[in-house]
């Protein structure tokens, strides 16, 4: 089942004190040093989506895609279980990305102008074409890669990344933390970014994943 929405043309409209989202929003502002945004045609390109069966919903406005479910919009790939569509009469679109929680959601966009990419998943993800927000819910993760390497890396509960400013929120989810994310922490990995002329080295092996920690004074393994 293929379906295609086109939007119209359309102009692009322009934490809190605790230690977690301090955190989150220096990993925030380190992430996006390089000042680049989301491929700013995306948001003008039509949304193609595959999908085993399609239901719509005519009082709704809704359409329905459902079985390994395929967006693509410009350099957007979005895939799932399931994604609900909701296209106003302006053409704006907002897409609500189901996974699992074994196989979450993913979503991928290229950087404008440059050879990186913006990978994230979770097991709800919903996009907003008009704002050009992004909303990761459920073992939410974002990562920045530079050609073929992975350069930084987010974890929380919940990650809501705005495409057009490069500016993202990660909430670890409390000090009771969820079923997704038990420790209720943030964690991140912070590449630096290369001197100007220079090619960052390729690691011989891939990078350490994140776990965990069952208290900040836990000693490394």
Do not use: C
């Not at 907003?128 to 509960?157: C, H, M, W």
Request: aromatic share 6%; hydrophobic share 35%; proline share 6%.
């Amino acid at each position: 089942m293929n379906a295609s929405f086109v939007p119209q043309n359309t102009m692009m409209p322009s934490m809190t004190s605790d230690l977690t989202r301090f955190a989150a929003v220096l990993a925030a502002a380190l992430f996006s040093m390089g000042l680049a945004h989301g491929e700013a045609a995306d948001r003008d390109k039509p949304m193609n989506i595959e999908a085993d069966a399609l239901r719509y919903d005519e009082a709704r406005q809704t359409s329905i895609f459902t079985g390994n479910v395929v967006l693509t919009k410009g350099t957007i790939i979005m895939r799932g279980v399931k994604i609900e569509v909701q296209q106003d009469a302006q053409g704006n679109q907002v897409g609500v990305l189901t996974g699992t929680s074994e196989v979450p959601g993913f979503f991928r966009q290229k950087r404008e102008g440059l050879d990186e990419w913006i990978e994230g998943e979770g097991v709800r993800i919903e996009y907003d074409s008009k704002t050009e927000i992004v909303r990761f819910d459920g073992k939410a993760v974002l990562r920045r890669y530079r050609g073929p390497q992975i350069n930084d890396e987010s974890r929380g509960s919940q990650i809501v990344y705005n495409s057009a400013t490069e500016v993202f929120t990660v909430n670890g989810g409390g000090s009771s933390g969820s079923a997704a994310n038990p420790s209720g922490r943030v964690r991140a990995m912070l590449t630096p970014i290369p001197a100007e002329g220079t090619t960052p080295a390729v690691p011989s092996a891939p990078p350490a994943q994140l776990r965990p920690s069952g208290s900040v004074n836990e000693k490394s393994r």
